[in-house]
């Protein structure tokens, strides 16, 4: 009896745990984690073997993963040594459906990215001497503009010992794992100085998580519940930063506080970057 | 002197200095008295039996010798008789009487044995086709197990397992003639990995320190036997001064004897310090010739192991290539004494190049030492080998799997043998050209006897032409050497000089360098991180493994794949001058005579050449980008070519596309020359009457 009504259980929680996909389909959030403007040369354009002498097309293929459209897209083949390997036309603007240079990211009408081809025509010249092969490397570097969103909902409260204040609690710091793009706030920390004319600061850590480099960062808009917000890059004391790779970089926003009593609002920051990624591939030059 | 009158005298030494270890001076000293004998298994009594052991074994082995040098082409019974068995044997005996020095220090003897055996191997036997030299290498292959064996005591009879390595070895090389199939050399090393597993397991891991141990003669028996100048030879690597040292100047295995000595050879003060004197001295040795890390070409070592006759082949090409310079340890020596203690590595090289400098201007130039004309060519061909000094690096370029090559082979077997036979001496040129230039060959023979005198020869072949043409991939032609007319060979030993000199061979080399204009020091290494190393493979000269070949170098740095741009119009940016330095190496066992031309394609540089005409040599004519060397037999091996900064670029390589970043490279050199080949055959022509009676 005790076992039939454990199986009858079993069986009824087993039950209730499927559910159809088609009733409760969840909506993606686009803008969560780190996504990036991918590069895939096309299986066998250029083969793995090419005859000395001959003329082929290497096709690139260029997908916006992330949530945001990227602008500037240029893709360039970069490192063929010319007596080998020679690109007709090495530097080409990527041609999206919104125009040249333009690839529009994912979003709930377009969850798959844009994506495009870009063909290369080339040609292998002769061997060295007698080789019978030469190994040959070279990378496809695309290079973009794009922006990225972060918005939270952060707890203000000028009155942090008052105990008497029910509102929202601060949360000093939070980590995130990304805004669907490259480059994103990876932390942030909120510290408040109370009293009259007290201040919030918000101190964010931006971050590069994707596998090219950035080479520079423009803080455009910066917003504390619809009012803004003055924020800049402590290296460079403006809202914009620039240099060879950032990798990390630390982002101070400020904000006067005009009320005494705590209350939860959105802060939102919107960057934008120069963002620069690129792809080995290797192939043959055969007899 | 031929190689068995080599033996004779190698024999004779190794006899008499037995006698001496084993006579009078030994017994005179306190070294090996009294109860130091009769306490070691080496000494007195027992210690008797065991040498009586290594005599008798050691007079078989050099039996063995004779019988396998009579077996070996070429090799004259007649002289075996002279090389006594016991001889060789009682220079065992002797050494181990004279080495035979304690009790406790029992440990020593082996080691001796290695020292002073290894020693006399190296002073007599090193190098060469010599089947002695062999022989003793194998012995001290067993002597220097059984040094490590006792080294070994505390693994008690575990210690045995070190002679498994040493046994997988001889069979590897000797009975699979180092067969270095991948097949082949998987089942093998499995086959031993299951050995030493089964050991393993069996004693509890005690038996695999002996075993690794093993492996130490194993390896030393390979660098003996010229390890080294085989994979120099095969794969043509750059001979330099650290490996002439490896190659001519390290006894090998009186290294290990030395290393393997213990902290106290005898209970006798005086001995201790004596050895300890002489360790430190031969410690002293090493450290001078070898004056920084391993080899690196060694890294180039792919899976190939050459027999013993091809190893010693080898080895002789390449002593053949080092010229006659000072022996490294004794050019230090005389930098030390002359107070040059700063730069010693500075003063060695120094001191080489005079003596080199000092060879050229009396033995090929011809004048006299001390004459005005001799100081003259002296500042001249230091002026010339400046560029030498920072000479490029370069590396064998692999993708050339055939390279183009030359074999000269003497049909020994058709050799005329008496005096009276009016036969031939057929010679045999082989040559390799796998991409088919036109080689024009023009052979010489010459006879030598043994006093020295050379007779002409006279070439016949099957064409009338004495310079053959061939654009063949494979090219063989046989010559009929004669005695020019009037010349009659007596009966004696010779030796038969052919020589071949091949025209308008040529050679291209390259390397690959990546322009990125001008640009900041983190972004110069973000770039040679993530894009040029990926790129740029060719940073240090490749040169084809062919008879001669340009090595260049094309930057700011040795082997810097980065060029960057210095604008001088902009101030206050660092001026980052480039500079081009090349010269010619001669790869092979021959020499070269001529270089028609060389050429650096610079692929727009501009170079700076701010010399004038006048300072042309005579053996030289052009500058750093373009020249020839008419003259060029007057180089012992290398050729310089002058160095020269470039002065312009073209626009692309000064300021790069900003998509692209940085453009790479790749510059060609060329070289076409002439190059004379030689080779030796010895031979004996002996009366009639002599083999009749």
Known sequence: MRTGTILLLLVFFLVSCSSDPQQYQEVENYKVGTKEVALTFVQDSPPKEVYQKSNFKVAVEVENLAAYQVEDVTLSLVGALDQYLQFHDPI?????????????????????????????????????????????????????????????????????????????????????????????????????????????????????????????????TAKLGGKEMRCTFPSTGTPHLEAVDIDEAAVVCEALLDTHSSYATSLFLDFAYDYVASEKHSLKIIK | MGIFDKLKSGAAKVGSGIKWGAGKTWSGTKWGAGKTWSGTKWGAGKTWSGTKWGATKTGEGASWLARKNIASPGANQNYFPSISPKAVGGAVVGAAAATAVGTKKALAVPSFFLLILGFIKFLFFNGGNSSIGLLLSICLFCIAGYALAQKLERYGRFKLNLFLPMIYFVVWYFMFKGNYDPEFLAYFIASLAAITLAIALFTKGKG???????????????????????????????VTPIMEGLLIWMPWWSLLGLLTLPEEVSDNYVANALIGIFRILGYLYIIFV?????????????????????????????????????????????????????????????????????????????????????????????????????????????????????????????????????????????????????????????????????????????????????SEETFSNYWLCYPEQGVTLTAGRYTLLFKATLGDLTSQSRLQRAFVGSISREEKERLIKEEISKVITITETQVPAEFAGIYFDIGHLDADPIIEYSDPSVENQPDKPVILKSYIKNMGSGKIINVKNYEIDLQGLTPKIDYLQSDVGRTWQGDCRQGSVPNAYSYKRDIPIPTCFIADFPEELKNPDDDLEWVSKEFRASLKYDYLLEAKQGFELIELQDVVG
């Open chain 2, 208 to 238: 695999v320190f002996p075993e690794i141990v093993g492996f130490i003669p194993a390896i030393f028996l390979f660098l003996d036997i010229g390890m080294l100048p085989f994979l120099v030879d095969k794969y043509g690597l750059a």
């Open chain 2, 290 to 470: 070898f004056v920084s890390p391993w080899v690196p070409e060694l890294a180039y070592t792919e899976a190939l192991v050459p027999g013993p006759e091809e190893i010693s082949q080898a080895q002789q090409n390449i002593e053949q290539r080092i010229p006659t310079v000072q022996n490294p340890a004794i050019a230090r020596f005389a930098c030390l004494f002359s107070g040059e203690i700063t730069d010693v590595e500075g003063c060695v090289k120094r001191k080489q190049t005079e003596k080199e400098i000092e060879l050229f201007c009396t033995e090929v130039e011809g004048l006299k030492k001390g004459s005005p004309a001799f100081d003259e060519c002296q500042i001249q061909e230091q002026e010339r080998r400046k560029g030498l000094g920072a000479a490029a690096e370069g590396t064998i370029d692999q993708t050339i799997k055939i390279p183009t090559s030359a074999k000269i082979i003497f049909h020994k077997d058709s050799f005329p043998q008496l005096t009276g036979d009016v036969l031939p001496f057929p010679i045999e040129l082989q040559i390799t050209n796998p991409r088919r230039l036109p080689i024009s060959i023009q052979p010489e023979c010459f006879f030598q006897n043994s006093g020295g005198e050379i007779f002409n020869g006279k070439l016949e072949t099957g064409s009338q032409d004495k310079v053959i043409t061939s």
């Open chain 1, 92 to 220: 080409q603007e990527v041609e999206g459906i919104e125009g040249s240079g333009i690839l529009k990211g994912r979003s709930l009408t377009n969850p798959q990215g844009e994506k495009a081809v870009v063909y290369f025509d080339a040609s292998a010249k002769e061997l060295f001497l007698n080789a019978d092969e030469q190994s040959l490397s070279f990378l496809a570097k695309v290079s973009y503009k794009s922006t990225v969103e972060f918005s939270e909902t952060v707890c203000i409260n000028p009155n942090l010992y008052d105990v008497y204040d029910s509102g929202c609690d601060v949360e000093r710091k939070n980590s995130y794992s990304g805004q669907g793009a490259p480059v994103g706030v990876a932390s942030m920390e909120e510290i408040i100085a109370p009293g009259t004319g007290g201040k919030v600061e918000f101190r964010l850590k931006v971050k590069n998580k994707g596998s090219g480099r950035v080479k520079s960062i423009d803080l455009t």
